[in-house]
Nanobody
Framework: QVHVVESGGGSVQAGESLRLSCAVS????????LGWFRQPPGKKREGVAA???????YYTDSVTGRFTISQDKDKNILYLQMNSLKPEDTGTYYC?????????????????????????WGQGTQVTVSS
């Protein structure tokens, strides 16, 4: 079992920045990919960014160049630095841990998007961006 707990959401103006954090604990032996997802109001959940234990990353097109995913392996914390925020970035942001194994990032890159079938999920943190 892997536990993930997000923090750092809030309300900001367009153009401002926020950093989300996710504490990861438990049996992470088979967890190679961690990801950030978001669910805008009234829309489906979507993958935003993912990172492998080898530090390779993947971003959805709409956040490339604005968001940065990173991890502190010593502290088991996942981060999402969000710059130049836009109103369309508004939503509930979730941290999740994948359990499909070492090839998770290869799978994501082959798909061309981050699938929402990660196994372990946090409760989410709200991000609201006002224009």
């Amino acid at each position: 079992q892997v536990h993930v707990v997000e923090s750092g959401g809030g309300s900001v103006q367009a153009g401002e920045s926020l950093r989300l954090s996710c504490a990861v604990s438990g049996n992470t032996h088979n967890t190679y990919c961690l990801g950030w997802f978001r669910q805008p109001p009234g829309k489906k959940r979507e993958g935003v960014a993912a990172i492998h234990t080898d530090d390779s990353t993947y971003y959805t097109d709409s956040v490339t160049g604005r968001f940065t995913i990173s991890q502190d392996k010593d502290k088991n914390i996942l981060y999402l630095q969000m710059n130049s925020l836009k109103p369309e970035d508004t939503g509930t942001y979730y941290c999740a841990a994948d359990a499909t194994g070492r090839d998770c990032m290869t799978g994501i890159k082959a798909l061309g998007y981050i699938p929402t079938d990660f196994r372990y999920w946090g409760q989410g943190t709200q991000v609201t961006v006002s224009s």
